[in-house]
């Protein structure tokens, strides 16, 4: 808040700071590009598969959708010991989330794959060398696969082969749109002391302990969210 005096100390004019952000999803659909990590050991994801992984609770729309894409696939599946609902249900969620799914190949001992396990998807990482895979681990830590152990289907990406990457990436912006006016709204709501205005007398009987209290009044309005306010 800025205050501004003359000499005299009969005008006074005060105005709150800048609007504060509430979001900044940017860098969601900013496309950054494939490049390799860690010395050259794998791969970054072209967008950020946790920023994709937040947006399933941005509205009260696109997290429902992604589910309902689940449960039609799910109802045309069917299951086998090899690949039970348990594991298909969390790998068809991925997909429609990140468009990116990976399973891990359980071989016995004679190496024939009799079970396939399910591998979160915003974690995993295409490793330099092709059809190899690793995962980043919440200790900083990474697994690393053989190669050909992990099945990674993934939708076609026109820039790029490593990963795929939705198809509504380009409503992210509307998403976030519609989060920003909800909180905004919630805040105005909740703050409880709509100012939002210029304040202007001319009366000639406004006493200065009146001019004190409308004063005081108004900067006490000042809130998280608030509008600006001039006196």
Known sequence: MEEIQNDSSTTMAFTFGDPEPILDGQYLTDYVGIWLLDNGQYYAPPVSWAGLARLRGANAYHGPLLEFKTNMILRTFLPSTACPVTQMQPFTTDYVTFNNAYFQKVKNFLGETVFLRHLPAINMRRMKTENQYCMLNVDGSRTDFEVGEVIHIKNYDVSQT????????????S?????????????????????????????????????????????????????????
């Open 162 to 173: 490593i990963y795929g990457l939705p198809s509504y990436l380009g409503a992210i912006q």
């Open 175 to 231: 998403m976030l749109l519609n989060e920003d006016a909800t909180l905004f709204r919630r805040r105005y709501y909740m703050n409880g002391a709509h100012v939002g205005y210029i304040f202007y007398s001319a009366a000639a009987s406004l006493t200065t302990k009146d001019k004190n209290s409308i004063r005081d009044a108004v900067k006490s309005a000042k809130k998280l969210g608030n509008f600006r306010n001039l006196f």
